[in-house]
């Protein structure tokens, strides 16, 4: 994209000189990226492509010395920060914004169901005068919103004991509950770790028969409100 404006700026307008820049990670095919570059391109529009650039250029910088004076005041806490990326779903800038929003004291908070419900995790959080209210955390710079997007990570690790727990709650609570609860289960592991200095500990994943059971006859309900004809099965203790 950088590369097609800059050509624009200088006043390269050739349609096929401007195609030289197509790549596969673009979405529209080739023949509509040259149909969209066809167009009358004056000299206010160049200048206000060089205005852009250079905003964007300014931006860059700033952000380049913010993630560096980030860097610098995380070094006070390199060993929470390290410790809480043994949670699943945790990079370095989840931690950081772990420990940016809540501190690496836990004396503030009175039991980790306060930090949870503080961080906005807490299941009937938005329950108000007997309906439930769900908010969608996912796009948020909060709290909240940081642990929606680690639960998100978390339910992706392989054979991991939050995935299992998010793919059980799933098809009984839908997913942005789901979400919601594994973020919970997040933040209370965080305050674990924080509080603890030691690194998070997997639950092992124990496999309930009876809970298999459920789970598959919950799918043969399913088939059959899809027109199938499954019966359901019995749970035989062994």
């Not at 990570?153 to 919601?180: E, M, T, W």
Request: net charge positive; charged share 30%; aromatic share 6%.
């Amino acid at each position: 994209g950088r590369k097609i404006i800059d050509d624009l700026i200088e006043g390269r307008t050739d349609i096929e000189g401007l195609t030289k820049h197509y790549h596969g990670k673009i979405k529209v095919g080739k023949e509509e990226f040259k149909r969209v570059l066809q167009g009358r391109l004056t000299a206010p529009h160049q200048f206000m492509l060089r205005m852009m650039k250079e905003s964007i250029s300014d931006k860059e910088k700033l952000i380049e010395k913010i993630e560096k004076q980030i860097d610098e005041q995380a070094k006070r806490y390199a060993i929470e920060i390290e410790l809480l990326q043994t949670i699943p779903g945790l990079a370095f800038d989840s931690a950081v914004s772990i420990i940016s929003e809540i501190g690496a004291e836990m004396k503030q908070f009175s039991s980790e169901q306060h930090l949870s419900s503080w961080a906005g995790m807490s299941p009937g959080n938005n329950e108000s005068g007997g309906k439930k209210k769900f908010k969608n955390h996912s796009r948020e710079q909060t709290p909240a919103g940081n642990q929606a997007e680690c639960a998100r990570g978390a339910s992706r690790k392989k054979d991991g004991y939050l995935r299992q727990k998010y793919y059980s709650l799933l098809p009984r609570r839908g997913k942005k509950k789901a979400i919601v609860a594994i973020g919970h289960k997040i933040i209370i592991a965080a305050n674990h770790v924080i509080k603890n200095k030691e690194a998070y500990k997997e639950p092992q994943i124990q496999e309930s028969p009876k809970r298999k059971l459920k789970q598959v006859n919950r799918l043969i309900d399913r088939l059959n409100e899809l027109g199938f004809v499954v019966k359901q099965l019995e749970f035989q203790a062994t």
